[in-house]
């Protein structure tokens, strides 16, 4: 487990995308006042990594943040079996094997107090961003990469590809995702107002300086603002 500081945790993972590929994979879990946890983006947790979890915070609330970031939402639900699942609208009907509680949107969002969730609008990844307050922490899945160190050629390349070798960048993969440009300006425009410190993203190493620079540059080089 990484602490960020006393409301956010995370555990990091490598899934393999292709064959010889792998893309190191986050899951955050956000404490709230009262002691219960929201987990963004489960991940395959072994039994330990759940007993160390739960001895910290009871998780409540179970989140797919986007179209992409749902393969153990099931695995997640059988070890906190009170927790709501959370999914887009679309992913709730693409993944119908799953009891989903409820839609994540921002009127039914019930944490708002302390976790405020902004929808990327015009991206067909549907990604929600998190903010949670206390923390100061912007917590992103697919919006922003932040890729160090990758060992051997096919990483080089994909990461080529991406734009997004050894830097905090917004991959060319999730530019084209982006059918409307106007919705995800003002979407990112809404980040940008927000008072965050740290970016802890599902892909990469958390940013704790400059935040927000490093975010507002890199949706500027990638022409997004
Ligand atoms: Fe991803």
Redesign the pocket.
Known sequence: MMKTNDWVFSYETEMELFKNFKLP?RSTVLKLNNGDGVMISPINFTEAEWAEIQSNLKVKHIIAPCD??HLYVKSAKKHARDAKLWATHDLARKRNDVNWDQELLPQKWTLTDEIEIIPIGGSSTHEVAFFHKKAKTLVV??LLFNLHNRKGVLSWIVMHMFGTWNRPAISRWFKTTIKNKNQFRMSVEKILALDFETIVM??GDIITENAKSVFSNALRERQLI
Do not use: G, I, S, W
Request: hydrophobic share 45%; proline share 0%.
């Open positions: 994979v992409l970031h899945t697919d599902a892909h």
